[in-house]
Structure formats: structure tokens, C-alpha cells
């Protein structure tokens, strides 16, 4: 089947706009993870989903990050006002089981964002 | 704070033989450990998911360990290929959230 999809696979925008990153899961995983990847350097962890509820948003690195995710499928990562900071690849991953628990995530190819 | 130290860099070794990669853990007792392969240019791909209670785990030429004594687990590929060479990832969860290392680079040399 599918894997992880995620769109766009690249951006390129200019310091101070906002920019909406989509993930779509593998079919009937309940758990979602966003990640953020900049160059050379490991997964830094932003948030995940169980269903539609993110249980702690604190990964989140400022206020300028949103996420959401409806109808426990598609999920969409917001971030306003971009700062040249924020370039990198972001990373989406689903999970069939409860998240944090034991289960083998499956990634997406991410989004290599770049703000000019 | 919780932290997943993965404390080489890069490794790289000669064709045929035993890589052996190390994870170190920090300040909390993971009930796990996960190990993946990530390529350049593509997500991570899920390897082995050992248990806080398993000792060893394997899978075909690779084998994982858990030392809650040491706070570590050591992942190994034997009889190594320049096909195995890609960066490769701990990750166990803390809380409410995942904890990544930051990789290991292995070349295999033919």
C-alpha cells in the first residue's frame, strides 16, 4: 500500500511569510509525529497525534508553529512569519499503535524548506 | 533532561567486518530502544525495536543489545556490505515525546 506522503517536497519562500506543510498518514495509523531535520544534524522532535489530539505541544520551537490534524488522517504543519532559522527538512511519520509506545514509525521523503 | 547520545560521528570500517555502533541514554529509563537506517536525501527507515526486558535482539545480519546496567545499547551489522553505509539512528520516547540521537555515519570500504 501507500506509504507516508508528504507535500510539498520542497519550498522555497521569503522571510516572513507563512507556509502550510501537509502530511498524509498510511492508511489507519492513529499516531502522527512531526519532525524537523536541518542539515547534518539529527531529528529534532516538534509533536505528535494520537487521532486528533496532540497531548503536549511543548516540542513546538516557538509560538510561530502550529499544527493540526483532522479527521485522524491528514495533518498540516503552519509556520508564520518564516525566519531563515526555520530552514531544514521537516519530517512526518505515522504509527499504527499508540504513539510513544513501542511502535515502529513510518517516514515520509519531508519537506526541505528554505527561507530566504 | 532526557538525552540519546549517540557519541561517534562517523565509523568507518573495511568490507567483511563486524560494525558496532553505540547509544548511550541520560537521566531517564526508556522502556525501549529503536534503531533506524536513514540514507541522504530520504526519512529514516525502522530497523529493530528492542525491550527495556530483552537482552539481545536480532535480524538476519544484525543484532541489538540492551544494558540498563550501562545505560546503552550497541547495534551491530556483522559481516558488513558498502550497501550497508548510511547514517544510523537511536530513538526511544520519553513522556510524551520522541528522543532521537543524532546518528551515526557508516562507510563501509570494499
Known amino acids: 500500500g501507500a506509504g507516508v506522503s508528504q507535500s510539498p517536497s520542497n519550498k522555497v519562500t521569503e522571510k516572513g511569510k507563512d507556509v502550510e506543510l501537509r502530511c498524509d498518514p498510511i492508511?489507519?495509523?492513529?499516531?502522527l509525529y512531526w519532525y524537523r531535520q536541518s542539515l547534518g544534524q539529527g531529528l529534532e522532535f516538534l509533536i505528535y497525534f494520537q487521532g486528533n489530539s496532540a497531548p503536549d505541544k511543548s516540542g513546538l520551537p516557538s509560538d510561530r508553529f502550529s499544527a493540526e490534524r483532522t479527521g485522524g488522517s491528514v495533518s498540516t504543519l503552519t509556520i508564520q512569519r518564516t525566519q531563515q532559522e526555520d530552514s531544514a527538512v521537516y519530517l512526518c511519520?505515522?504509527?499504527?499503535?499508540?504513539?510513544?509506545?513501542?511502535?515502529?514509525?513510518?517516514f515520509g521523503p519531508g519537506t526541505r524548506l528554505t527561507v530566504l | 533532561s532526557q538525552k540519546i547520545e549517540q557519541n561517534s560521528e562517523a565509523l568507518n570500517i573495511q568490507e567483511g567486518k563486524t560494525a558496532t555502533l553505540t547509544c548511550n541514554y541520560t537521566n531517564y529509563s526508556p522502556a525501549y530502544l529503536q534503531w533506524y537506517r536513514q540514507d541522504p536525501g530520504r526519512g529514516p527507515v525502522f530497523l529493530l525495536l528492542i525491550r527495556e526486558n530483552e537482552k539481545e535482539k536480532r535480524k538476519e545480519r544484525l543484532k541489538v543489545t540492551f544494558d540498563t546496567t550501562l545505560k546503552q545499547s550497541l547495534f551491530h551489522i556483522t559481516a558488513s556490505q558498502p550497501a550497508d553505509s548510511a547514517t544510523y539512528l537511536c530513538?526511544?520516547?520519553?513522556?510524551?515525546?520522541?528522543?532521537f540521537g543524532s546518528g551515526t555515519r557508516l562507510s563501509i570500504r570494499p
Open positions: 530513538a526511544s520516547s520519553s513522556a510524551s515525546k520522541i528522543i
Open positions: 511519520a505515522s504509527s499504527l499503535g499508540l504513539a510513544v509506545k513501542y511502535n515502529e514509525q513510518f
Open positions: 492508511s489507519g495509523h492513529t499516531a
